[in-house]
């Protein structure tokens, strides 16, 4: 995906060695030495709006966005009015919780860009971050009309028009997009997802053209590859397509140092501190009614259960936040002395952090009975959740490991999932998430709502009407038309959930049970 370039906050100027060297410092992760070299120029040059930019952009990376607008704020008063010095602080006030103070600013940032369409287009990033997903599109159409040869500009009109539910319009953007652009590999991959795939009309001759011509392009090969696979698929060409997805996933994974035991072994350490003896201690809580936690591995049917019951009048869907683990983060950073963040979260106070929480996600909310959070990964805090928030519902969803781990392994995330491209790094993850799960189950014996994927595919209505028994709503027949849900879904199932319900998806890993053999030999076939 091409970025949104934005210029400097001041007019440009001879290169400054020290900035050099900060930025290496900065992209090398020597916290450090940035430190040392970026508190050098703010000491002896404080007039140097790029040293306090750079002291912002060392507070981002080690969490402290408090910090980070303070050195902000000092930056603005060398160059007032500076779009980007604007944008960071707006950044920074999101990470922060101020959700609504962000919006102002954006507001206001809105009218005086008209006509800089980088600015706006960095304007719709930041609106899709609150939540804002009209605003987004509003934001990224004008910037597109303004500089209609820019790729990122029309890439992010694409995806704020999939969020939008206007998924013809997203098609024909990326159309233009592809033919003006056609090593942006990245549209070729969400084109792909858009819709079901026809022999009259697919995209899967001039992906392969475009893979013979880049062919020396290693970035051409995770792109183009995923979507010939989803394109071959549609088509039925079973082989083909999961040729061309393990070729994608290969290379995806080859860019990666990543290790799945990282992460394996941090689920052991949270089920060892958030042991039976943890929950057994009396607490202070926070007692909101209003939490929905939607949960699960991703592709598991978490996009379809927050659809479901955000068709009801009395909820409403924030989405994927990352609140949770920013205000769990945020609470650890101020607890003094060693340990790592899951034994310093076992030690906070509870109702502490379920009203950070809250006061995050209000700022978001539009007042009704419940709201959503669906962000998948929060399996990691089921325990913290129990304890923060006693009155809030968990719902996890599970699906046949076999279907699950295919889903996985033929997305192609922006962000997150890194065990996703390697067949034996999701077996691992799902073996101990599935370790996971049955830990919380034995130390919060019915706390945590199970919702079967399969079940809602092949009895929607009664499994409806049990999922809104448990959370504790009435019924509404309009839950189960979740697709004509016109609120805004920005997840990787967006294209998805605009459908009636399906049953295609359902065992649909045995067309390709030679190939995931060793998924098989370790999660098993039953499911």
Known sequence: MPLIQMTTANPPQAPDARLAEINRALRGRAIGRAAQLISNITHSDPTNVDGWIAAARLAQMTGDHRGMRAHLAKSLTLAPGSPLIRLLDVEAQIHIGDIRDAIVALKHMETEA????????????????????????????????????????????????????????????????????PRDYDAYYNRATLRK?????????????????????????????????????????????????????DARRAMMAYRVEKDTDTMAR???????????KGRNSCEEQGPIFVLGLPRSG????????????????????????????????????????????????????????????????????FFIDKAPANFLYIGLIAAALPNARIVHLNR????????????????????????DDLAKYMQAKAELMAHWHAVLPGRVTEVQYEDIVFDQEAQTRRLLAEVGLPWNADCLDFHKNASPTATASA?????????????????????????????????
């Open 197 to 249: 795939q026809t022999p009259e009309k697919n995209h899967v001759d001039a992906i392969r053209t475009a893979l013979n011509a880049t062919a020396q392009d290693p970035m051409s090969a995770v792109g183009l590859n995923y979507a010939l696979a989803h394109e071959l698929e549609d088509l039925g060409q079973d082989d083909e397509s999961f040729a061309a997805l393990k070729r994608g996933a």
């Open 270 to 280: 949270i089920a060892a501190v958030f042991n039976a003896e943890f929950f057994v």
């Open 114 to 181: 008209k006509a800089d369409p980088a600015w706006l287009g960095r304007i719709s990033e930041a609106y899709s971050q609150c939540g804002l997903f009209d605003a987004a599109e509003r934001c990224a159409s004008a910037a597109a009309t303004l500089d209609p040869d820019s790729a990122a500009l029309r890439y992010a009109l694409s995806s704020a028009l999939i969020a939008t539910g206007k998924l013809e319009q997203a098609e024909g953007v990326l159309d233009e997009l592809i033919a003006s652009h």
């Open 302 to 369: 978490t996009t379809l259960v927050d659809r479901i019951l955000s068709a009801h009048p009395e909820v409403e869907s924030l989405g994927e936040l990352n609140d949770f683990p920013l205000a769990l983060t945020a609470l650890c950073r101020a607890v003094p002395g060693p340990g790592d963040l899951v034994s310093k979260s076992a030690g906070l106070n509870m109702r502490e952090l379920g009203e950070a929480y809250l006061h995050r996600v209000r700022q978001r909310a539009k007042g009704k009975r």
């Open 400 to 423: 046949n490991p076999m279907d699950n781990a295919l889903g996985m392994y033929k997305a192609l995330f922006r962000m997150g999932y890194p065990f996703s491209y390697d067949l």
């Open 495 to 527: 294209a998805q959930v605009r459908r009636p319900l399906y049953a295609s998806s359902v065992d649909r890993w045995r067309r390709y049970e030679t190939q995931l053999q060793p998924l098989i030999n370790t999660l098993g076939a039953s499911g």
